[in-house]
């Protein structure tokens, strides 16, 4: 079983050929251009997916150029919901710590910037491979903790947030 929200509206219960309990005629092949053909209930229509956000579980599509937010919940993610467990129950992210012992190459933040989830905070070097440091959720940048081209030891604090 799945959950659909369109565009932060409309929301739908999909249980294989099932959308909110009601029997749903759906064919679909995927076309030469990368594009779908669908026919549903008889309806011919055109689909692209323009971009998936495996983070938020959001899906972008055009159907027919029109174009549609889908955000998708699985049984897991309806079963932690449940428990009160979601994502809006989350814990909110106060510091990143080094996942590893390595070499400051570059800070793309500073005190007082607002961050986007997924948004580069800083590049480090370990083994000779950059690792990027990224936003786990949208935050204010409290404080930097470290600098450029100084060596940070595992779970280090590098950067706080409000």
Not at 20 to 44: A, E, R, T
Not at 67 to 85: C, N, T
Not at 134 to 154: F, G, H, I, N, R
């Amino acid at each position: 079983m799945y959950k659909a929200i369109v565009n932060n509206d409309h929301q739908f219960e999909i249980d294989g050929k099932k959308v909110n309990g009601s029997d749903v005629d759906i064919d679909m092949q995927l076309l030469p251009d990368g594009k779908y053909h669908l026919l549903l209930n008889n309806q011919s229509m055109t689909a692209e997916v323009v971009s998936i956000n495996r983070n938020s579980k959001t899906v972008e599509l055009s159907i027919d150029q029109q174009s549609f937010s889908v955000v998708v919940e699985d049984d897991f993610d309806l079963l932690l919901s449940k428990m009160g467990m979601d994502k809006s129950a989350a814990q909110v992210v106060k510091e990143i710590k080094s996942p590893m012992p390595g070499l400051v190459l570059d800070i793309l933040v500073k005190s007082g910037d607002t961050v986007e989830e997924g948004q580069t905070l800083m590049v480090l070097e370990a083994m000779k491979m950059e690792n990027v440091i990224a936003a786990p959720s949208s935050a204010t940048v409290s404080e930097v903790l470290v600098k450029k081209q100084e060596k940070v030891d595992k779970n280090q604090i590098l950067i706080k947030f409000d």
